[in-house]
């Protein structure tokens, strides 16, 4: 019997990058000290400011909605939101799940429909795009999505006068995003990385309290805990994302590696604080179609709407 590294109890799970065996209380123990830890390191959150947290129903966002909410048991306002991106059989399905859970935390929560916001749903989106130029251009269907996503999530927290806006992005997504930014040559999505976003102007701070939280202990964290997640299904576009390639290759790389994912994001932070002075240096100016701030004469929500309504 392997034994917890911490005490007698036979070990639950193995941490490669330690290396360390832990039984199921001290790995909750360690769990989330280390997303207390995160949150006070990287000043995610102050007393009294008022959180958004974007929940999709899946692992990651309904475990960064617990914490939030046992972390800031008051005096901070917590408010969850979710996107229905109108993809039947796949979506209604998770927003059941975290509908339960923001009964059973007894948070306040509002569900913006795509259709509704922004004229499309994302089945409407693919099936568009499939028409127009068949695979080829179906595979940017994710890009669609994740654009659109961001901006309502955005408004709403401009809406709503939040603070912050929490997602739950894990030390697997910032690294692949990471990896993914390097062999695609795109600084400016590179430079916006980081557990905290700089915000302003219309926009609001986003924050990733487990952002130094493997993937896979998230999972272990919701079965020890009991939590109930949305994982039966995949989204039906979800084989179109660039993502599951770099998935795939920075998983095998972590095989060998255990640390690999903690350097990647350790890089990016070394380097960032002179990314973020060239990114305050630069010229912000406001959409010329929606008036919301934007890195160009048109943000990229009002470029890609506009692709899906023109193009023939
Ligand atoms: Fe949207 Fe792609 Fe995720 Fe599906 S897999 S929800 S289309 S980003
Ligand atoms: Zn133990």
């Known amino acids: 019997?392997?034994?917890?590294?911490?005490?007698?109890?036979?070990?639950?799970?193995?941490?490669?990058?330690?290396?360390?065996?832990?039984?199921?209380?001290?790995?909750?123990?360690?769990?989330?000290?280390?997303?207390?830890?995160?949150?006070?390191?990287?000043?995610?959150?102050?007393?009294?400011?008022?959180?958004?947290?974007?929940?999709?129903?899946?692992?990651?966002?309904?475990?960064?909605?617990?914490?939030?909410?046992?972390?800031?048991?008051?005096?901070?306002?917590?408010?969850?939101?979710?996107?229905?991106?109108?993809?039947?059989?796949?979506?209604?399905?998770?927003?059941?799940?975290?509908?339960?859970?923001?009964?059973?935390?007894?948070?306040?929560?509002?569900?913006?429909?795509?259709?509704?916001?922004l004229g499309f749903s994302m089945t409407e989106i693919a099936k568009r795009l499939h028409e127009r130029k068949g695979e080829q251009e179906t595979q940017g269907t994710c890009s669609y999505c994740g654009v659109f996503r961001r901006k309502m999530l955005n408004d709403f927290a401009v809406g709503e006068k939040c603070d912050k806006l929490a997602t739950g992005h894990n030390l697997d997504d910032e690294a692949q995003t990471i990896l993914m930014n390097v062999l695609q040559n795109d600084f400016e999505k590179f430079s916006r990385l980081g557990p905290i976003t700089t915000g302003g102007k219309g926009f609001v701070k986003r924050i990733k309290p487990l952002y130094e939280t493997p993937e896979k202990e998230i999972i272990a964290f919701t079965q020890f805990q009991g939590l109930k997640v949305y994982s039966a299904e995949c989204c039906?576009?979800?084989?179109?994302?660039?993502?599951?390639?770099?998935?795939?290759?920075?998983?095998?790389?972590?095989?060998?590696?255990?640390?690999?994912?903690?350097?990647?994001?350790?890089?990016?932070?070394?380097?960032?604080?002179?990314?973020?002075?060239?990114?305050?240096?630069?010229?912000?100016?406001?959409?010329?179609?929606?008036?919301?701030p934007s890195s160009g004469i048109e943000c990229a929500a009002c470029t890609q709407l506009k692709k899906l309504i023109n193009k023939k």
Request: glycine fraction near 6%.
């Open 236 to 292: 039906p576009f979800s084989w179109q994302a660039k993502r599951n390639a770099f998935r795939k290759a920075l998983d095998e790389i972590a095989e060998k590696y255990p640390n690999a994912k903690h350097s990647a994001i350790s890089f990016q932070q070394k380097i960032s604080p002179f990314l973020e002075k060239r990114e305050s240096q630069e010229a912000m100016e406001y959409c010329r179609a929606c008036g919301m």
């Open 1 to 117: 019997m392997q034994k917890c590294d911490r005490c007698q109890k036979q070990a639950k799970i193995f941490l490669p990058y330690g290396p360390l065996w832990l039984c199921e209380s001290h790995f909750l123990e360690f769990f989330e000290k280390r997303v207390r830890k995160t949150i006070n390191r990287y000043k995610l959150v102050k007393p009294g400011e008022k959180i958004a947290v974007g929940v999709s129903g899946g692992k990651d966002s309904i475990t960064a909605l617990h914490l939030l909410k046992k972390i800031f048991p008051k005096g901070t306002e917590i408010v969850g939101v979710c996107i229905d991106e109108g993809i039947k059989g796949y979506r209604d399905k998770a927003l059941k799940v975290a509908k339960g859970h923001f009964e059973e935390l007894e948070v306040d929560y509002t569900v913006l429909k795509m259709k509704k916001e």
